[in-house]
């Protein structure tokens, strides 16, 4: 487990105004996504009451449309609280100025895509120590449905910070409209499930390496792919 240095602490730790910031956006965006995914698609999540009600988790999911990352948020933020969520995502999603806004005032932060950003790691390690963090494992979206393999940095990630990790699935997501796909996007029923803590425990007595890390993120992709086959019927044929 990594013990923070004092520098580490003023340059991870969220200032007061982006906390501010964060808790506003919820009040103004989740209403509007309400309406949306909630009433014109009957989406639902299954397992809230798997998440605990403090800081310090990962909400570690599979990842198939972009569309995953409005949705998880929706049914995990805490409404009436302070509590942070925070997500790490591409840089060249900040390159565009208002996005960048858009999903800085979600919580989201850069990090590098095919390339170890070590900077990113401790800072996700730090956030997943004191606030909400949503994490894909599998650090890309599958363009097949299928799960893919958790990648060995994010079980650093764990290692690291000691979190509560809940394994989660979405379903369905992939039929949500994107241009180019001209599919019927009214009216289908997206799921997000919320499983279990999962007891990590034993990871954490085994040295610190990449084999190690790599246990870590199988062990929560394998949480995954229980979810998957539990809830299979929810998903549209």
């Known amino acids: 487990m990594i013990d923070f240095e004092p520098d580490d602490e003023k340059k991870y730790e969220l200032s007061w105004l982006r906390k501010l910031a964060i808790s506003v956006s919820r009040f103004i965006f989740l209403p509007i996504f309400d ?6 698609n009957r989406s639902r999540a ?37 509590m942070p969520f925070m997500a790490p995502a591409k840089e060249e999603l900040f390159r565009a100025p208002v996005i960048k806004w858009l999903i800085w005032l979600w ?13 990113a790691m401790k800072k996700i390690a730090y956030c997943c120590r004191k606030y909400q963090v949503m994490i894909f494992p599998e ?11 958790g990648r ?25 409209f994107w241009p180019g ?35 870590i993120a199988d062990e929560i992709m394998k949480a995954i792919a229980a979810l998957r086959e539990k809830h299979r019927d929810l998903y549209l044929k």
């Not at 309406?35 to 014109?40: A, D, G, I, M, S």
């Not at 079980?155 to 997501?173: D, E, F, H």
């Not at 996007?185 to 390496?209: A, H, K, T």
Request: proline share 8%; aromatic share 14%.
């Open 35 to 40: 309406v949306f995914f909630r009433l014109v």
């Open 181 to 215: 796909k001209p599919r019927p996007w009214f009216g289908i029923p997206y799921y997000i499930v919320f499983g279990e803590p999962l007891n990590l425990s034993r990871f954490y007595e085994m040295p610190d390496c990449k084999e190690t890390s790599q246990a």
């Open 46 to 82: 299954i397992g809230i009451e798997n998440l605990p009600r403090n800081g310090g988790v990962m909400i570690a999911s599979n990842h198939v449309s972009g569309v995953d990352t409005v949705l998880i948020p929706l049914y995990a933020i805490m409404r009436f609280s302070f």
């Open 152 to 176: 060995a940095g994010v079980g650093w990630i764990v290692y690291a910070s000691r979190p509560t990790v809940i394994p989660t699935l979405v379903i369905n997501t992939d039929r949500f």
């Open 107 to 119: 919580g989201a932060f850069p990090v590098k895509r095919r390339a170890r950003d070590y900077e």
């Open 139 to 149: 650090g890309t979206r599958s363009k097949t449905g299928e799960l893919l393999r």
